[in-house]
């Protein structure tokens, strides 16, 4: 079963308040299609199953690193826009 991406929403609708915060799709589909819908429904990235829980973690930390990195740079840039 594939579940339409837009379930709930787009990721950038969803998230709306926090620009910078990075969406990962989990995903049983290993298509080339598939995976490109994804990223262009907003993902920042996409990892098939089966997937090793360790490098989904480091996957995820990185992009947080970078999220933070891009938030504070925001900040600076745009002072009177602090975050919401």
């Known amino acids: 079963m594939v579940a339409p ?3 709930g929403g787009e990721p950038h609708e969803r998230c709306a308040a926090r620009p910078f915060l990075p969406i990962v799709f989990l995903t049983s589909s290993n ?3 598939q995976r490109l819908e994804a990223l262009a429904a907003g993902g920042d990235d996409i990892i098939s199953k ?3 829980p360790v490098e989904l973690v480091a ?3 990185a992009h947080l690193r970078r999220a933070a990195f891009l938030e ?3 900040a600076r840039t745009h002072p ?4 919401r």
């Open 5 to 7: 991406l837009d379930r």
């Open 31 to 33: 298509t080339f299609e």
């Open 50 to 52: 089966p997937y090793d």
């Open 59 to 61: 996957l995820v930390r």
């Open 72 to 74: 504070r740079m925001n």
């Open 80 to 83: 009177g826009r602090a975050r």
